[in-house]
Each structure stands twice: as structure tokens, then as C-alpha cells.
């Protein structure tokens, strides 16, 4: 039986007397979005971290297709993230940002402009990074992410600083990235968002995963995405 | 090699090893310059000429007490990574992070090799110009003019390293610059003027870079001017060693400690 694209198990991490996430378990399934939902502070982003490599877990595993991501050969070819629209020098073109992060990644230059492209970055792809909108920044950080031509896709809060079109772009394309078979784990706090992009809903609040489920599933019983979103972390407890 | 050619794009699209390039080109002409062309006997307190092999030695010795210049190019190259928060996009990409800070310090220690030729280069330039305006004829032959030069270029490029390596275990661009400046430019002086410590000089960076580039003339004021005797530095030989020695630990250090750390 093959690995599963992104699988967590007992994931923690406690920073001092804090514990950001406590035994978290999911999964993520190829050819579906599986949105990772949760109110700001809730452990998205630290458990996000912990599964590529950029935060140590305090117990538990988080894996992607059987292994650590730092264990994998070529991992930007197989995993692309955006977590952090500021991971860009400000005095750098795009296109300088991605030629410089292909040639760390072990990439062709070629997906440079294949990446500008896709994510309609094009336009200003000379331009200086410090110069852009935050949508801007947000479509860069996605061609960053796009450049290994990856299986996976890990994506904290995308859609944040995107403007309407932007969103409907980001929704289609991630449809049709899940579409093709590939994976997508998408972390938010916009509800709506989610609902209208996700298959399979994992809910985090206070560093525990309280649901988890196809959206099918957990808006049974006529209930609407936020009367569970608000059961969940109204009451802090496991439902 | 990806690594290296990662760091290499880097240098060059943030216009870092230009700006490397000018510093240099600055650091060993102004201060060698103005000294050949003044006259070092003419200068507060006079030192010997350049019509002595002594003198020689002073004014192509006197860019390494700019050293901190190449030690704060590689701070503050680093911390920027920290600062931007590039450093997550780039342990994405190459997520073994020894791997990626070994090839920064390769990088940064070729730069600065560059930094202290072109530095050695326009130093040794500044002084023919100034020599051949006041009329004096230099009493050293150019092939032993060559030899400080390489040791001043040796020695920025292990400032570089020892910057980098700082920037990478501070993170914080203020509290790196903080330190560089603090230890080679207060902490050193201050040491040399404490009884019994000051002995230990010779082993200090400073000191090794007095002992490596035979420039002395700043300790040896300082020593006249407290009283105390001045501790014997070691052979340019020891004192290459003991900065690469220091070089060696901090990269180590860098390399290390990084791979523990979270990045949130």
C-alpha cells in the first residue's frame, strides 16, 4: 500500500508552557483539497511548519508519502508551500527570486517562466519585489511554490491580500491542480473561502483537531460549515 | 554545487558583490592614499617614512583595521536572509540546513579572498601613486610588497567567514552588527588594556591579525600610551593559523547549531 500524500500522527509541539498542537492526526488524499480550517492562533501554521521541516515537533510524526520532507531526495519537486508571502527580498525582481530559488531547489530555469505564466505573474515579473501589492506577493510566493512542478501542495492562508479575481483564480486553480490528481492541503480562516474550495474539511482550534471529514459529511443534518465551525470552537472540546 | 550556484544568484541579483567589490576598491585606497601621500612622518604621532621598510609595512598594514568592513558585509548578508525571512524559503528548497549554511560560508569565504585582493590590489596601487607624487623611493622590492598584501587578503577573507558565521547564530541584523562591531572594535581594547589579560592578545582575533598582516602599530600606541608592556604577537604563520582556526570553529558553530532551531 503506498504512502499517503500528507499523513499526521499525535503531532505536538509545545513552545515553553505553551502547546501550540496537541495530538494532532489527519491526512490529506491525492486528487482532493483538503482545507485545514481553524481561528487565528488555533496551530495551522505550526503544524504546517512541522511537516516541512521548519519547526521540530515535540512528539508525533508528520509525513509526506512515508517520510520526513527533509528526507526526501528532491523535496521541492515534490512539495510546494507557500507559508510566508515575505519570503522574498524586496530588492530582487521575481524573476531573480525564482531563478535563485530553482537553482537551490535543483530545477530547470525553464519553470521560471512556466511558473510567471501560470500564476499571471508575468506582467511584472522585472518589476522589484519591495514595489508589489500583497495579492502580488501572494502570486509569487504560489510560482515559488510551483516551481519543482510538485505532487503536493502545502498553502497556509493563500488567499490573503488576493483581491475578488484573485480568488476566484486561486479557487480555480486549486481545483484544477486536485483535479489532475494531485494534493492540496490549504490552511484558512475564511470559511467561506474553504467551503467553496475544499473536499475534505480538517478542523484545529486551540492546537487540537476537533473534526475532521469530507464537507459532505460534516454539513449532514442541514447544518451549514460555520454552525460546525462555531460548535467546534465554541465549546474547546473534541466533538 | 546547486547550493553554491544558488548563493552565487543571490550575490549577484542583490547587487551584494558589487557593492563587495567598491567597499574594497575604497577600504585599500583611502586609507594607504592618504597615508603615502601625506607622508606617515608627517602624520599625529609620526611614523616612521616610507623611505623605511617599517614604513612600508604600516601603510600597506593599515586597511586591516578596516577588516570589520568584509566581517559586516557577511553579517549582514546573512541576517537579511533572517530579516526578509527568506531564510524559510531557502530551507524549503534545500531543507538540510547544514548543507545550505556550508555553501554560504564557501561563498562568502571566496568573497571575501575577492575582497581582500582588490582591497590588497588598491592598496598597494594607492601607495606607488602616493610615493611617485612626493618623489620617495620605496626601499622594498615589489615581490616582498606582495606578500602582506595576500596575508591582508587572507585575512578579510576569514573576517568574512567569522561575519557570516556571526549573522548566522544572532539572526538579529542590529544585535550581529552589534557584536562584530562591539567585540573587534570595543571588547579587543578594552582587553589589551586590563593587566594580565592582555597577554592573551596575541591568540585574539585581533591580535592573530596583527600577528598574520605584521601591523602592530595601533597596539603598539596603545600599549605606550597605558603604560603596559605589549604581549609578543606570534609569527604570521601562527597568526594565519589561529584566524583559521577561529574561522573554522565559528562555521562550525553556524552550521551546527542553525539545524536545531525552529522557524516560525
Known sequence: MSAAPIEITRLAKRFGTVDAVTDATFSAAPGRVTGFLGPNGAGKSTTLRMLLGLIRPSEGTALILGKHYRDHRRPARLVGAVLDIAGAHPRTT??????????LSGVSPKRVDAVLDETGTAEYADRRIGTFSTGMRQRLALATALLGDPEILVLDEPSNGLDPAGIVWLRTFLRAFAASGRTVLLSSHLLGEVEQTADDMVLIDRGRVTRTGSLCDLRSNGKSLEDVFLRATQEGAPL | MKLIHGEL???VTLRLALWTILLAAACGMLLTGALALIGPENATPPMPGLDTVEGVEIVLGLPAVLLFVPALIGTIAVTSEYRHRTIGTTFLAAPRRGRVL??????????????????????GVALYVGVAARGVAIPVPVGEIVVPLLQLALAAAVYMVLGVSIGALARNQLVAIAIVLGYFYVLEFVLMMIPGVNSLYPILPGGATASLTSFSFLTDALAEQTSLDAAALASPLAGAGILLAYAGVAGLLATIVPLRRDLR
Open chain 2, 102 to 123: 556550508g555553501a554560504k560560508l564557501i561563498v562568502y569565504a571566496l568573497l571575501g579572498l575577492t575582497y581582500g585582493i582588490i582591497c590588497s590590489a588598491a592598496s
Open chain 1, 94 to 103: 521575481a524573476r531573480q527570486h525564482l531563478r535563485t530559488y530553482s537553482a
Open chain 2, 9 to 11: 544568484i543571490k550575490l
